[in-house]
């Protein structure tokens, strides 16, 4: 008798973990990775503008840093055209800077799947030479979609180009 309400409690809480793990399952499965690129919008002798676009994909928040090698430094951070056109049309969110060490946030109250520019980043070169692959990259910590009450963790992918060969790169995320 003790052996079989053990095997009953088993296949009941079996059960149970299944199915809440289902639901979230599906939930998570709705929303798929973004792809983001990288590319070079301008430069000249001083400076180089490079902005980060979303290419496919959706989500509703996103923190990432744009960083350089040296003999760059941050000068300024903006909305690309995308997300000024996301808030023009009435999209609500915020979004935070911080041009001293390149990091910018997102937190949109709807999912946000705007392709185009959606962050731009000025920097100064001090050697003033051509700028090259890999002289300054995105580093992605968090990429999410609010579902409900949960958080819906994605893993962005960025693609680096330099308008004249890519280099594709998936992001790690840091946590």
Do not use: H, W
Not at 23 to 49: H, I, K, M, R, W
Not at 50 to 79: H, I, M, P, T
């Amino acid at each position: 008798m003790k052996n079989s309400i053990k095997k009953i409690i088993s296949i009941v809480l079996c059960a149970v973990m299944l199915f809440a793990m289902g639901g979230f399952a599906s939930s998570a499965a709705t929303y798929s990775n973004p792809v983001f690129s990288l590319t070079v919008v301008s430069e000249n002798d001083s400076q180089v503008v490079v902005s980060l676009n979303l290419v496919s994909g959706k989500y509703q928040c996103l923190d990432f840093q744009f960083k350089a090698v040296s003999g760059y430094r941050c000068v300024k951070l903006e909305r690309g055209e995308a997300l000024s056109s996301y808030f023009s049309a009435g999209g609500q969110g915020m979004d935070e800077k911080n041009v001293s060490n390149g990091k910018a946030s997102a937190a949109l109250t709807s999912l946000y799947s705007k392709t185009g520019s959606f962050y731009k980043a000025t920097f100064v070169k001090s050697n003033g030479g051509n700028f090259k692959s890999g002289d300054i990259t995105v580093v992605i910590s968090n990429c999410s979609v609010l579902d409900g009450e949960k958080t819906v963790v994605l893993t962005p992918k960025v693609n680096y180009s330099t308008g004249l060969a890519l280099n594709e790169t998936s992001v790690a995320m840091n946590y």
